[in-house]
């Protein structure tokens, strides 16, 4: 195995070949082929933590199929409508329409990752995104990390392995054709898309990435154009959000290939998925009864430790008679939000962020941490939360205070391998086929002290997963 220095100078001559990143400003400097540090060696989990995020992977597969049956059954009349009126709100009609059709009924994410916050506590998941970034930087870092020896929670090709499996899952077809269609608003990932599709290739799936206005539009399918051939496209991968459909070129040709089932489609048309507010749904003391039926009594209970309370920041009057369930200050409940106002910096640990269907709902934007503010900064927020309801809501989340971890990285600049303190947020990429959850791996990015929002920028080091020798 190469000495550390050696081996940031080789992960960062290989991430220019597989060219992640194309011409991207935000690099550190002229030398380095990242948006991040480089550190020498993976983040290491014990053995517990590990099988923590194993079974995770089952129980979140549960979740997602308890909120698309919680939401259909809304729908239909046989619990209250209230739940699917949050699920809704905001939305545009077409997203509604597609979301609640029959044929698409089961279809949900096939692609799980928790960003997960490693607390003095144990694991807590800040949110779940069902339409990730992040799997072929994983994938290229594993690549990378591999060949210098490490093993790798999910292995060296976890990620390429797991993601050809559900493709291949979704179609009777021995070899389908994929496309990866990555929308302008998604751009920031457009060389990562562009090198899984690669990697895929190599596997034996023929993929490809493209715009969505490249796509060809047939009365029998969607086809992409390469080398003056065209090919009928079996499954589409969705790289782009749903508030952004008014935005992408021939989207309604995409749409109508994808409702005639001409096309293949995944992550599904379900905006409701893809909520902030899901975890309030799963605190609301009117839903235990139904959670516990999807997820057993054990489930329910372990999800409970790791989801932290959230609530939707809903404008309308609280009844005099009634509390806001949870959620107190100085052990007196709260009755009103603007009564969130007068906490004190020490209460008031606590994130305000826009629930989804929004530019803002990705990355660290749309987010506000409480005790990070001025009490009138604060004041403000909330405000501005209410006032956004219900077209665009909010929701309040429990801070979760992520535990010191100590990283190196190689400074390229100064030409020496350095040390940082900061707090980790980890991302499993659980892949579901063959009917069971795979652990394909794990990002984990380590942000300085000083960061309240983890998440990738340039202080941060970003490396796969690996497990600590007993």
């Known amino acids: 195995m190469k000495q550390p220095v050696?081996?940031?100078?080789?992960i960062n001559e290989n991430l220019a070949e597989v060219n992640l990143f194309g011409d991207d400003?935000?690099?550190?400097?002229?030398?380095?082929?990242?948006?991040?540090?480089?550190?020498?060696?993976?983040?290491?989990i014990d053995i517990d933590t590990y099988n923590v995020l194993n079974n995770l992977g089952p129980l979140l597969y549960k979740f997602y199929q308890g909120i698309n049956n919680l939401y259909d059954l809304s729908v239909r009349g046989h619990l209250p409508n209230w739940i699917h009126l949050y699920l809704d709100a905001g939305k545009t009609e077409l997203v509604l329409n597609y979301g609640q059709m029959r044929r698409f009924k089961q279809d949900i994410p096939l692609i799980i990752r928790p960003d997960i916050i490693l607390t003095d506590n144990g694991l807590s998941i800040s949110e779940l995104d069902?339409?990730?970034?992040?799997?072929?930087?994983?994938?290229?870092?594993?690549?990378?990390y591999a060949e210098l020896g490490w093993e790798l929670v999910g292995g060296n090709d976890g990620i390429i392995k797991g993601f050809s499996n559900i493709i291949r899952s979704l179609t009777d077809k021995p070899n389908p054709i994929l496309a990866i269609i990555v929308s302008q608003e998604s751009s920031d990932y457009l060389g990562e898309m562009q090198w899984t599709a690669s990697a895929l290739n190599k596997h034996g799936l023929l993929s490809f990435t493209t715009a969505p206005e490249d796509i060809i539009f047939k009365e029998n399918g969607l086809f992409v154009e390469k080398n003056n051939q065209l090919y009928q496209i079996d499954v589409v991968y969705r790289f782009f959000e749903l508030f952004d459909l008014k935005n992408i070129p021939k989207i309604d040709l995409i749409l109508y290939a994808i409702r005639k089932q001409l096309v293949v489609v995944t992550p599904p048309i379900k905006s409701y998925l893809e909520e902030k507010m899901l975890f309030a749904l799963f605190h609301h003391p009117g839903l235990k009864d139904y959670w516990i039926s999807q997820l057993g009594e054990s489930g329910f209970h372990q999800l409970k430790k790791v989801f932290p309370y959230t609530w939707?920041?809903?404008?309308?009057?609280?009844?005099?008679?009634?509390?806001?369930?949870?959620?107190?200050?100085?052990?007196?409940?709260?009755?009103?939000?603007?009564?969130?106002?007068?906490?004190?910096?020490?209460?008031?640990?606590?994130?305000?962020?826009i629930s989804g269907f929004s530019e803002l709902a990705w990355g660290s934007r749309g987010v506000s941490i409480g005790h990070d503010m001025s009490k009138a900064d604060w004041a403000e927020v909330i405000d501005n939360a209410l006032d956004s309801f219900p077209n665009n809501p909010y929701i309040l989340q429990r801070f979760m205070k992520g535990r010191q971890v100590s990283a190196e990285y190689y400074d390229f600049e100064e030409n020496k391998l350095k040390n940082m303190r900061g707090?980790?947020?980890?991302?499993?990429?659980?892949m579901i086929y063959d009917d069971k959850v795979h652990l394909t791996g794990a990002l984990a990015t380590i942000c300085p002290l000083n960061k309240k929002i983890i998440h990738g920028m340039v202080d941060s080091i970003m490396i796969p997963t690996s497990l600590a020798e007993e």
């Open 6 to 10: 050696q081996m940031c100078k080789f």
């Open 25 to 44: 400003q935000r690099k550190l400097n002229t030398v380095q082929n990242s948006t991040f540090r480089i550190s020498p060696q993976p983040f290491t």
């Open 130 to 144: 069902s339409v990730p970034g992040g799997f072929g930087l994983l994938a290229a870092l594993s690549e990378q």
């Open 312 to 353: 939707i920041l809903d404008n309308r009057p609280v009844p005099p008679y009634a509390t806001i369930p949870n959620l107190n200050i100085a052990e007196n409940p709260v009755t009103d939000w603007n009564q969130l106002k007068t906490m004190t910096k020490s209460q008031r640990e606590l994130v305000i962020k």
């Open 423 to 430: 707090r980790v947020r980890l991302c499993p990429y659980y």
